[in-house]
């Protein structure tokens, strides 16, 4: 990779994270092919919250729901999420996703460990995909 392309993968990959530090609200959720299924890792009105490259899901009362780490690449069509939960089902398991980030809105669609990366947002059997607003809108 050039000087030139490596600082522009740093810079759009920076601006990302720094634009997806703070807490969201989820609006929105989505499993295997189906909008209407149990939401097992948040809850309606969940909060997730982005500190450097770790995030943290509680429900409204405070009870923390799911933890982990992320690392971004701004540089991806479209522009890709690594999730590693620390807790929970998937602990330590490398989950490959795809994300968008317009404004105040985030969304993402992750595939189970093993499956290649989501690149359209839409699910089908093995994929999650979860919509949210920053919070304080």
Known sequence: MSNVAASHHESS?????????????????????????????????????????????????????????FTLDATTSPKSITWIDAMGTDKGKRLPASYKLEGDHFTFIAADEGMPRPLVFSTQMGHTMRGFVRRGL
């Open 13 to 69: 990959t920076a601006h990302d994270l720094a634009a997806l530090q703070g807490s969201w609200v989820q609006i929105a959720f989505e499993e295997n092919g189906s909008p209407d299924t149990p939401d097992t890792h948040g809850a309606p009105g969940a909060i997730t919250t982005f500190e450097g490259q770790h995030f943290t899901v509680r429900a409204l009362e405070g009870e923390l729901l799911l933890e982990g780490d």
